[in-house]
C-alpha cells in the first residue's frame, strides 16, 4: 500500500497545491492562461511525441485495440444520454453534455503523468492511442449532437468544418502523428533538440495537474447537480469495469495495455466537458460541479484501482 500512496499522494498533491495556491491568491480565470497555452500547446505535445517516436510501428496500429476502446467509451456516453434524454426529459445539448461528463476522462492533463508512473514507458502507445481517437470521437460527437438540438445557428457544412479543423489542428494530435512518423522512419532529432523535447515532456505532468488543480478553485461547487447520482458511478466505476471486461475479452492484448486503458477509464470527468458546455451555452454550472465532485471522489477510486493492480488482485487479463 505504501507505493501506491507515493505513487498518487504526489499526483493529487499537484492538484491540491494549485487548488489550495489559486484560492489564496485570488488570482482572475485569465491568469490561467499562458499556463495552458504551455501545457496544450508545448509541453504535452513534446511529451507524446517524445514517447511515441520511440515506439515500434508496429505497436502503433492495434485498431482490435481502438475499436474496444472507443466503443466501451461510448456504450457508456449512449446509456447516460439515454438517461437524461429521454429518463429526465432533458433536450439533446443537455443528456450530450451528461453523456460526456460519464465518458469523457481526463486523459489529456492526468492520463499520461499517471499512466507512466504506474506503468513506465510501456503505457505511452495506449496513452497516445486512446487520446487521439477518443478526443477525435469527442470533437465529432458533441458538436453534431448540439448542432442537432438546435443550440447553434451554423449550418451543417460549417459544423463539419469546424469539426475537421478542430481535429486536423490540435496540437496533441499532431504531435502523436509526427511521432507516427518518426518512429516508421526510425527517425531520430538531433541531441540538442531531443534534450529540449526531454525538458519540456518532463514538465507537462506537474503544469498540467497543478493547472488542474488552479482551474477546480476557480469553478466553486455552488450546488449538486441531481444528475451526479448516476453520472458519478458510471464515470468512476462502470466505465473502469467495462473496459476492463472488453478488452479482456476482445483479444490478447500485452496486460500494461489493458490496465493503462482501465486507469484512463476510471479518471475523473474532464475539464473540457465544462469548456464545451461554456462554448455552447448548455449545462455549464452543473459540468464544472460533476468535474470537482468526480476529482474528489477519484482520490479514492483512483487508488483503490491502482492498489488491485499492483498487487496482483486484478489480473492484467481476465481471460488470458
Same mark, same amino acid.
Given at each position: 500500500?505504501?507505493? #501506491?500512496?507515493?505513487?498518487?499522494?504526489?499526483?493529487?498533491?499537484?492538484?491540491?497545491?494549485?487548488?489550495?495556491?489559486?484560492?489564496?491568491?485570488?488570482?482572475?480565470?485569465?491568469?490561467?492562461?499562458?499556463?495552458?497555452?504551455?501545457?496544450?500547446?508545448?509541453?504535452?505535445?513534446?511529451?507524446?511525441?517524445?514517447?511515441?517516436?520511440?515506439?515500434?510501428?508496429?505497436?502503433?496500429?492495434?485498431?482490435?485495440?481502438?475499436?474496444?476502446?472507443?466503443?466501451?467509451?461510448?456504450?457508456?456516453?449512449?446509456?447516460?444520454?439515454?438517461?437524461?434524454?429521454?429518463?429526465?426529459?432533458?433536450?439533446?445539448?443537455?443528456?450530450?453534455?451528461?453523456?460526456?461528463?460519464?465518458?469523457?476522462?481526463?486523459?489529456?492533463?492526468?492520463?499520461?503523468?499517471?499512466?507512466?508512473?504506474?506503468?513506465?514507458?510501456?503505457?505511452?502507445?495506449?496513452?497516445?492511442?486512446?487520446?487521439?481517437?477518443?478526443?477525435?470521437?469527442?470533437?465529432?460527437?458533441?458538436?453534431?449532437? #448540439?448542432?442537432?438540438?438546435?443550440?447553434?445557428?451554423?449550418?451543417?457544412?460549417?459544423?463539419?468544418?469546424?469539426?475537421?479543423?478542430?481535429?486536423?489542428?490540435?496540437?496533441?494530435?499532431?504531435?502523436?502523428?509526427?511521432?507516427?512518423?518518426?518512429?516508421?522512419?526510425?527517425?531520430?532529432?538531433?541531441?540538442?533538440?531531443?534534450?529540449?523535447?526531454?525538458?519540456?515532456?518532463?514538465?507537462?505532468?506537474?503544469?498540467?495537474?497543478?493547472?488542474?488543480? *488552479?482551474?477546480?478553485?476557480?469553478?466553486?461547487?455552488?450546488? #449538486?447537480?441531481?444528475? #451526479?447520482?448516476?453520472?458519478?458511478?458510471?464515470?468512476?466505476?462502470?466505465?473502469?469495469?467495462?473496459?476492463?471486461?472488453?478488452?479482456?475479452?476482445?483479444?490478447?492484448?500485452?496486460?500494461?495495455?489493458?490496465?493503462?486503458? *482501465?486507469?484512463?477509464?476510471?479518471?475523473?470527468?474532464?475539464?473540457?466537458?465544462?469548456?464545451?458546455?461554456?462554448?455552447?451555452?448548455?449545462?455549464?454550472?452543473?459540468?464544472?460541479?460533476?468535474?470537482?465532485?468526480?476529482?474528489?471522489?477519484?482520490?479514492?477510486?483512483?487508488?483503490?484501482?491502482?492498489?488491485?493492480?499492483?498487487?496482483?488482485?486484478?489480473?492484467?487479463?481476465?481471460?488470458?
Amino acid at each position: 500500500m505504501a507505493d #501506491i500512496t507515493g505513487l498518487v499522494l504526489p499526483f493529487f498533491g499537484l492538484i491540491l497545491i494549485g487548488y489550495v495556491v489559486a484560492r489564496w491568491k485570488q488570482m482572475p480565470a485569465d491568469a490561467l492562461g499562458w499556463l495552458n497555452i504551455f501545457i496544450v500547446y508545448v509541453a504535452l505535445p513534446a511529451l507524446f511525441f517524445k514517447l511515441i517516436s520511440r515506439t515500434p510501428v508496429e505497436q502503433l496500429t492495434r485498431f482490435d485495440f481502438i475499436v474496444t476502446d472507443v466503443g466501451t467509451t461510448y456504450a457508456i456516453f449512449g446509456v447516460i444520454f439515454v438517461i437524461g434524454w429521454l429518463g429526465r426529459d432533458a433536450s439533446i445539448p443537455e443528456a450530450t453534455l451528461q453523456g460526456l461528463a460519464a465518458a469523457y476522462g481526463n486523459i489529456g492533463y492526468m492520463g499520461p503523468g499517471l499512466a507512466l508512473l504506474a506503468f513506465g514507458e510501456r503505457a505511452a502507445v495506449p496513452v497516445a492511442l486512446i487520446f487521439c481517437f477518443e478526443n477525435m470521437l469527442h470533437f465529432i460527437v458533441a458538436p453534431a449532437l #448540439i448542432a442537432l438540438g438546435g443550440k447553434q445557428s451554423q449550418s451543417p457544412g460549417q459544423v463539419a468544418r469546424d469539426i475537421l479543423l478542430r481535429i486536423v489542428l490540435h496540437p496533441f494530435i499532431i504531435a502523436t502523428a509526427l511521432g507516427f512518423v518518426a518512429a516508421a522512419m526510425h527517425l531520430e532529432p538531433p541531441v540538442p533538440l531531443q534534450r529540449l523535447i526531454d525538458y519540456l515532456a518532463q514538465a507537462a505532468a506537474p503544469c498540467a495537474l497543478f493547472a488542474m488543480g *488552479v482551474t477546480l478553485a476557480l469553478r466553486p461547487l455552488k450546488r #449538486i447537480p441531481a444528475e #451526479i447520482v448516476y453520472i458519478v458511478p458510471a464515470k468512476l466505476i462502470l466505465l473502469p469495469t467495462l473496459m476492463y471486461l472488453s478488452l479482456s475479452a476482445a483479444g490478447n492484448f500485452d496486460h500494461v495495455w489493458i490496465q493503462t486503458a *482501465v486507469l484512463l477509464a476510471a479518471l475523473p470527468t474532464a475539464t473540457n466537458v465544462f469548456v464545451i458546455g461554456q462554448q455552447y451555452d448548455v449545462w455549464q454550472e452543473r459540468a464544472s460541479a460533476t468535474v470537482l465532485i468526480t476529482t474528489l471522489f477519484s482520490v479514492l477510486t483512483v487508488s483503490a484501482l491502482l492498489y488491485l493492480m499492483r498487487s496482483g488482485t486484478l489480473p492484467g487479463d481476465l481471460f488470458p
